[in-house]
T-cell receptor, first 113, second 112 residues
């Protein structure tokens, strides 16, 4: 089955700086890669996703890049703000069906004032 | 629209007791999922239902059963709870052809 590795487990950055979280996946058949943000005690919420026919996607301060050959994808957050502090999860899934997501173990992002 | 709802929010069980976690969605989604979340482990898929009348095992199905009661509802049952099943359980749903999964608020389960 699919295996998703996520790094780092904790990331502390100064407010206004950029943050990068990296994930690798094992199943070459995976073609859908979402990123979720989870605040303490809350449900995971989708912040951005990318499909394997696209190399990069951007939404305001958030961007995701995908390298299919190397089987890795990354989340980039620019101009970080205190409200970006949360746990971020990457995930992967085979497309075309209704299979569930395989998640990474999460990155705790801390924005230092 | 309430989206995905789950009951109860919190439950304490003794080892060996049984209980059913309820999940419902009002978005007319075909697919529904149950995940568990443990500290440092991310979310892991327990069972999923691609459509009404079908269910399939995920990564960690042992000790659980599911029922897709109708298109809206997908329940998760613990027949004989064990301390290892202490976790936060999330239900999710998605629409056919749309890969985004929407999560419910979660159920915190403590098994003593």
């Amino acid at each position: 089955g699919e295996n998703v590795e996520q790094h780092p487990s904790t990331l502390s950055v100064q407010e206004g700086d950029s943050a990068v979280i990296k994930c690798t996946y094992s199943d070459s058949a995976s073609n859908y890669f979402p990123w979720y943000k989870q605040e303490l005690g809350k449900r995971p919420q989708l912040i951005i996703d990318i499909r394997s026919n696209v190399g990069e996607k951007k939404d305001q301060r958030i961007a995701v890049t995908l390298n299919k050959t190397a089987k890795h994808f990354s989340l980039h957050i620019t101009e970080t703000q205190p409200e970006d502090s949360a746990v971020y999860f990457c995930a992967a899934r085979r497309g075309g069906g209704a299979d569930g997501l395989t998640f990474g173990k999460g990155t705790h992002l801390i924005i230092q004032p | 629209n309430a989206g995905v709802t789950q009951t109860p929010k919190f439950q304490v069980l003794k080892t060996g007791q049984s209980m059913t976690l309820q999940c419902a969605q009002d978005m007319n989604h075909n697919s529904m999922y149950w995940y568990r979340q443990d500290p440092g482990m991310g979310l892991r898929l327990i069972y999923y239902s691609a459509s009404e009348g079908t269910t399939d095992k995920g990564e960690v199905p042992n000790g659980y059963n599911v029922s897709r009661l109708n298109k809206r509802e997908f329940s998760l049952r613990l027949e004989s709870a064990a301390p290892s099943q202490t976790s936060v359980y999330f239900c999710a749903s998605s629409s056919t052809g749309q890969e985004t999964q929407y999560f419910g608020p979660g159920t915190r389960l403590l098994v003593l």
